[in-house]
């Protein structure tokens, strides 16, 4: 399964207003504080300046103008020329937006704002500069205020607000927000923002509320946007445990589209967690013929492949797999798939092949049962000793078969020996004793025998 990723989100431009000597146009209320002639004038006369992108000189424009009002002014202050009125203040926060001087663009939009709390523009504008600054939650709450101030209530400003504090790890904030937005503006709600609202409530790790959510959007898009989700939704549901749902979509999805290799890939994995082993087989033999597998997959059909006893199948899986790389698990899947094909001397060479100067404890243990299965019995004693030199758990077993295979030959002193060591190691000693006790009692018939 594809692991879930957030969507990247691209803010747009808002509205940057040309300025012309009119009252009122660049806000929205009507209780706009008035703008004195003087003010009027001279955002007429930088209009030019700003349409021929002339930032600079707009700036110095404006900052000689304010000049003349004083160095102390503060909000609240008369000011009957608008050396400072929010409108020139505003004005000069678009030349630094436009001219990229986020933080002087920030700093201008703040003194606006001071003057005309209500200015919705400032709102929105300060909330873009915020957001070239990487300050997501502060642009998200001058997205809000945007919101809240303006006249017509437009859903787009919820929903950056929304967004923004989803880029800032906000989500309890941008979930409540979405919230607000798809109640107040049902008929305007789009399909990315139901997207967004997916994103903000997993990061909240709220899955199962997403659920709708991501239901809806599986079913809304076509081509690769609907595979995405129908992922996510897969996903989702085995995340939850929710095993018959994932079930149930995977073998619609394999119907559906059955050329798609990763919803048989998705079916395998759901089934081995069902362990529905027949059916995970089909599904990767299905994937199998659809795309080329990984090393990881050729494995994983090989191990479905023997242990549902198809082991002509399993074969040659293994052998490509050792191919790439030499694993000794791999190698004894390889012979035990030999050895259920009735073929232990195919195994045994495999092993010779891949891996002659082996001292593994456990290949050892596998040669000396391949040699004990073929009768080849003087071969199994040297396989066995060789595995008991190893320490590990593995040698009290290693010296049992060695006495077994002794035996067969009638190399008694050699099979004495080694049941005597077997029976020094606690989950052997048992066996290895009543197997002493008989040696001892065929020891005794052949130097007594019977009159």
Not at 119 to 143: G, I, K, M, R, V
């Amino acid at each position: 399964m594809a692991v879930f990723k957030y969507f990247k989100w691209l803010v747009v431009l808002l509205l940057i207003l040309v300025f012309i000597p009119a009252l009122g146009m660049a806000r929205e209320k009507d209780e706009a504080p008035p703008l004195p002639l003087p003010a009027q004038l001279i955002l007429a006369n930088v209009q030019p300046m700003i349409e021929a992108k002339e930032y600079p000189r707009a700036i110095e424009t404006l900052k000689t103008f304010q000049a003349r009002g004083g160095p102390d002014f503060k909000p609240g202050d008369k000011d009957p020329k608008g050396y400072h009125h929010a409108e020139i203040e505003f004005c000069l926060g678009n030349c630094y937006l436009m001219g990229e001087q986020y933080k002087d663009a920030a700093a201008a939009y703040q003194r606006a704002l001071a003057r005309d709390p209500g200015h919705t523009y400032a709102w929105l504008n300060l909330a873009n500069a915020h957001y070239e600054l990487n300050h997501n939650a502060d642009a998200a709450s001058c997205f809000k205020k945007a919101y809240d101030t303006a006249t017509e209530k437009k859903p787009e400003y919820l929903y950056y607000s929304a967004v923004a504090y989803l880029m800032a790890d906000d989500y309890k904030q941008s979930i409540g927000l979405f919230e607000e937005l798809f109640a107040a503006h049902p008929e305007a709600i789009k399909l990315e923002w139901k997207e967004h609202m997916v994103h903000a409530l997993l990061a909240a790790e709220k899955p199962r509320r997403a659920l709708p959510y991501i239901k809806e959007l599986a079913a809304a898009f076509t081509g690769e946007k609907q595979i995405q989700w129908q992922e996510i939704l897969l996903h989702q549901y085995m995340q939850l445990d929710m095993q018959r749902e994932a079930l149930a979509l995977v073998h619609t999805l394999t119907r559906q589209t059955p050329t798609l290799a990763k919803w048989w890939k998705a079916r395998t994995h759901i089934q081995l967690n069902a362990e529905n082993y027949e059916d995970a087989l089909m599904a990767l033999t299905v994937y199998s013929l659809l795309t080329p597998m990984t090393m990881e997959e050729k494995k994983l059909l090989a191990d479905l492949n023997l242990q549902l006893n198809i082991p002509v199948k399993a074969a040659p899986l293994y052998e490509a797999c050792l191919k790439e790389k030499k694993d000794k698990q791999m190698l004894q899947q390889l012979a035990t798939a030999y050895r259920q094909l009735g073929k232990p001397e195919t195994a045994l060479a495999v092993i010779d092949a891949v891996d002659p100067d082996s001292e593994d404890a456990d290949i050892m243990l596998l040669k000396g049962e391949l040699y004990y299965s073929m009768d080849q019995f003087e071969q199994a004693v040297a396989a066995y000793k060789r595995a008991a030199r190893n320490k590990g758990r593995h040698v009290g077993r290693a010296w049992l078969m060695a006495g077994y295979a002794a035996w067969q030959i009638n190399d008694f002193a050699t099979s004495k020996d080694a049941f005597a060591r077997a029976a020094r190691h606690r989950q052997q000693r048992k066996a290895a004793n009543t197997a002493l006790k008989q040696l001892a009692v065929l020891s005794a018939d052949k130097m007594h025998p019977q009159q």
